[in-house]
Structures are given as structure tokens and as C-alpha cells.
């Protein structure tokens, strides 16, 4: 039986209660229509609000961040919206807009005592524990109408739901994307903010390459169809050399002394100092509520690999992290990578891989680009958020130091489990990769790379623990 879940494709029928955040093969990850930049008229408080929100207004001014008025602002201007969110509910693009748009108000108004003590050179300390019935009812009458959490998720609302085009008729490329919502610089597409969310998307917009590989390579398994796994697994590499390429653009577009700032605004609420018994959203319950923050890991591009190539995970407190993450993400995207999960199962693909050579090598490779992808990420990690904050948790709630590891760890050890099956493989690898690119090297660089990564970052792992736990004593000792 062939993987049977359903993929729109560029003829499928889109209609205004399609969700749009349904994966599809010409879109991937992204909503299969561009996000609509502005709401409809009743909700000009908010949009006022918004547009006055930013640090550095477009114009240059200081935005009411800058000055820390937000929350009295909200406190005094905002109504409760909550009749008219209602009113459309039967158009799913707007009800994520509407999403997107008070999930930035609700993070903006939370974490704004913690930004202006973060410039003062103090830590986050506390921010705001009571989210006022204003932002907190149309919050969760929105979110659960839109099906997200209440809280800034990356792909409904921060990342790949905050994206218009310049000019329409040139298409989504990097040059033409422009910022709906920032925290930042206003909109200021060149601005270290708008690189870390256009990075993304420019990402993301290869994945629909990703999302057919993927899908040809398990029913090639599914159906013991060798040619027709093989060539999926070759799209696949395709496509995630691409996404990868993309990915090293990050240096140049969002500068690492530049993250820090923003990123104050894109925490969430569980596991944070900011937030100790949670966050009341009043008007809802008493009883306070917590949710991760917005964060890549909750992308969908890598947990589809994972799923695919049957990437075991250890049997860690941080793993049950990355499974909690994947409550995050929009609900179709949740379902396609748990039927591609139960499929792969089902289909033994990792098995079936290593059966023969060529597959062997190509599966190998594919782990290669997943490895390389968690590489890149920590070294990210390092070079944005370790040299830069002693904050012991990532946006996302997870430990700053061990948790990525974890995962490239694993992929790690899984490649050099699989090299042998590799020894007799005749594929060229310039077939599917450019001369130059790290497709093209062979098993022994590639191997070579796996057991040295493997070294340096337990090594590195090791040093920061260390540094951070002399740090975080010395702090309670003086
Ligand atoms: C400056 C750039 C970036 C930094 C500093 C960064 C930082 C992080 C951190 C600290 C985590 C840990 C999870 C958490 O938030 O609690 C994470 C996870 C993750 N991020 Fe990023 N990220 C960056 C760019 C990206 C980009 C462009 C993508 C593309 C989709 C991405 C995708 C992911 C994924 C998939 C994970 C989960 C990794 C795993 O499963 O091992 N990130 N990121």
C-alpha cells in the first residue's frame, strides 16, 4: 500500500477555509497562499498599536518599545476584540493574520519590562505575569479557531506567517520579501531581525523538492520499489542541499552582535526565569498557563528527516523536549510527519536502505545533510547566543548548552553505524551534488568529518558546562 496522506499540489482547488499551513509539493512548509499583511477594519486599535510598537520606528523615531509604553498603552487603548474575531472565522488565511498579529501584542506586552532591563546591561529578571483580558480573549478565542497555541508559534506567526512580497508579480525570492510585524527595526528589510526571518522562509521555500522526495522514497520502500526509493533519495538530497546552502546565509543577513536584541521579545513562557509560576491570562482562567517560545526547532523540514530516515533518538530528558516541540507547529504538519513516521515504521526504510549499497550510500548522504544542517546549528548557537548571554534556556525552553547535541550526537553515531553498509556503492556522488558542494565528497571525507565533529563537540560541551556552572556559582557566592 502506497503513503496515501493528502499533498496539494499547484492544481489542487485552494479555497478560504483551507488551512494554510497544508503541506503541499509546490509550497512545502510554507502557507500555500502568501500571508495577507493587514486585518480587516475592526481591528485598527490593534494594527494601530502594532505599527507603533517597534523599537525603531520606520521613520527613525523610537517606537513605544524603545520607551517602554507598550504595556500602558495596551492597558489604555486596546478593546476587547474578541465579537469580531469570530466574525471570520471561516476565512482561515485571516484568522492566522489575526493570530500572528495578537500573538506579537501578547509577546511584546510580556516581555517588555525584561528588554528594558536586558539594555541596561541587567539580567531579563521578571516580565509581566498577568496578560490583561484584552490581548488574553481574542488570544485564545483566535488560536483555537486558527489551531495554535496562544502564544507565538514560528510558522503561524513569527517566521513563516510574516512575510509579504515587494513587488507581487516577482515572486517569493529573498530581495522581494518583505517584514509584516517586527520587534526590532520596524520593517527594515536589511535589518539583523528581518535576515533571521527571511532566512528562514527563503529555507523553507525549498522544501516542497524535500516533501516529494521524501514522499517517492517511502512509497519506494512501501512497494520494495529499489529505482523508485532511489530516486526519491536523490531529490531529497537535492533539496537539502539547497536548504542547506540557504541556511550559511544567515552569517551575512542577521549579524550575531545583532540577535540578542530581538530575540529578548521571542522567549516563551515555560521553562523561563522570566516566568516562574507561569503567565495568568486573565478574562480565561486564574489558573496560569505556560508555552514554549518560537523557535526553529519547531520547523518542520528536519523532524521530517528524522522521521523518514528512522533517526533514533537517545532515551533523554532532552528528547522528550523535541517531542514536546512538535505539538508546535501547525496541525497538518503535525499529521503529515506522523503518518510519515508511522509509514517509515511500517515500511522498514532504514532496513530496506542498507539492503544495498547504492541506497546505503544514498540514505548515508541524506544523514550527511541532517548532520550538517545540526552542525551549522550549533555552531549558530555558539556564535549568536553563547558568546553573547549567560541565559541558561533557549527561546524555545530547552538548555542552551546540552540540547542541541543531543540530537547531532545522535545523527552522529547513526552514520558511522551505516558506513559499512556503503563499501560496495556504485553511486556517483557528483550525481547528485555539485563538484564543489558537500555532496560531492566521498565516504572516507565524509567519515572523517563525522568522527572529528564527534570529538569537538563533546569537548565543547564539556568546556561550556563547566564555564557556565563556575559562572552560575560565583554569582551565588558574591
Ligand atoms: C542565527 C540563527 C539561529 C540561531 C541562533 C538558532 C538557535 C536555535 C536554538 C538555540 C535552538 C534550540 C531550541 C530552542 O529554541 O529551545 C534551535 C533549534 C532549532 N532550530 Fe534554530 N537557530 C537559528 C536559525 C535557524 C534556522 C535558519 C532554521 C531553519 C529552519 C532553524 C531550525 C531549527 C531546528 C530544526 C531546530 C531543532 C534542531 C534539532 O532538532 O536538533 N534554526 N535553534
Not at 530547552?398 to 540540547?403: A, H, L, N
Request: proline letters at 7%; hydrophobic letters at 40%.
Amino acid at each position: 500500500m502506497e503513503f496515501s496522506f493528502p499533498i496539494l499540489n499547484a492544481n489542487s482547488p485552494i479555497s478560504p477555509s483551507t488551512m494554510p499551513f497544508t503541506v503541499s509539493t509546490h509550497r512545502g512548509f510554507l502557507p500555500v497562499n502568501n500571508p495577507p499583511a493587514t486585518l480587516p477594519p475592526s481591528f485598527a486599535p490593534l494594527e494601530s498599536l502594532l505599527t507603533r510598537m517597534p523599537i525603531v520606528l520606520a521613520d527613525g523615531t523610537p517606537g513605544l518599545l524603545a520607551e517602554g509604553k507598550l504595556g500602558e498603552t495596551v492597558e489604555k487603548e486596546l478593546p476587547d476584540l474578541s465579537e469580531e474575531v469570530e466574525k471570520y472565522k471561516d476565512d482561515a488565511g485571516i484568522m492566522n493574520a489575526i493570530y500572528r498579529d495578537y500573538s506579537f501584542l501578547l509577546s511584546a506586552y510580556l516581555l517588555e519590562p525584561c528588554h528594558l532591563r536586558f539594555l541596561k546591561g541587567e539580567g531579563y529578571g521578571l516580565g509581566r505575569q498577568r496578560l490583561p483580558e484584552v490581548i488574553a480573549k481574542p488570544m485564545v478565542k483566535v488560536s483555537e479557531i486558527a489551531g495554535f497555541k496562544p502564544f507565538m508559534e514560528y510558522a503561524g506567526s513569527y517566521a513563516l506567517y510574516n512575510y509579504r512580497l515587494a513587488d507581487p508579480s516577482l515572486g517569493l525570492t529573498y530581495s522581494n520579501l518583505r517584514l509584516i510585524r517586527a520587534f526590532e527595526q520596524g520593517l527594515n528589510p536589511s535589518s539583523s531581525e528581518a535576515g533571521f526571518v527571511f532566512v528562514h522562509i527563503a529555507m523553507v521555500s525549498h522544501s516542497g523538492l524535500l516533501i516529494s522526495g521524501a514522499v517517492q522514497a517511502l512509497n519506494g520502500a512501501l512497494t520494495s520499489d529499489r529505482p523508485r526509493f532511489d530516486a526519491g533519495m536523490k531529490d531529497l538530497l537535492e533539496a537539502l542541499k539547497e536548504i542547506n546552502r540557504v541556511m550559511d546565509t544567515m552569517w551575512g543577513k542577521s549579524k550575531p552582535n545583532g540577535y540578542n536584541t530581538f530575540r529578548t521579545f521571542i522567549f516563551g513562557i515555560t521553562s523561563q526565569s522570566m516566568f516562574p509560576e507561569g503567565v495568568v491570562y486573565e478574562g480565561v482562567s486564574e489558573e496560569p498557563m505556560a508555552f514554549r517560545g518560537e523557535s526553529g526547532a519547531n520547523d518542520s523540514m528536519i523532524p521530517l528527516c528524522d522521521n523518514l530516515l528512522q533517526i533514533p533518538m537517545p532515551d533523554t530528558p532532552l528528547t522528550e523536549i523535541l517531542q514536546d516541540f512538535r505539538q508546535y507547529r501547525p496541525g497538518n504538519h503535525r499529521e503529515f510527519l506522523q503518518a510519515v513516521k508511522d509509514q517509515s515504521e511500517k515500511a522498514s526504510l532504514k532496513q530496506f536502505a542498507l539492503e544495498d549499497p547504492d541506497s546505503a550510500e544514498l540514505y548515508l548522504r541524506a544523514l550527511d545533510y541532517v548532520r550538517e544542517f545540526r552542525w551549522r546549528h550549533w555552531c549558530f548557537t555558539r556564535e549568536y547566543i553563547l558568546k553573547f548571554s549567560k541565559h541558561p534556556t533557549a527561546t524555545g525552553g530547552s538548555p542552551i548548552v546540552t540540547w542541541l547535541p543531543n540530537q547531532l550526537q545522535a545523527v552522529l553515531a547513526l552514520m558511522i553505524q551505516v558506513e559499512p553498509y556503503c563499501a560496495n556503492a556504485t553511486v556517483n556522488p557528483n550525481a547528485t551534488a555539485d563538484a564543489d558542494g558537500p555532496g560531492a565528497k566521498d565516504i572516507q571525507e565524509i567519515m572523517a568529518l563525522v568522527k572529528s565533529q564527534q570529538v569537538t563537540l563533546s569537548k565543547e560541551v564539556a568546556k561550556y558546562t563547566a564555564e557556565r556552572a563556575s559562572n552560575a556559582a560565583s554569582v551565588r557566592t558574591s
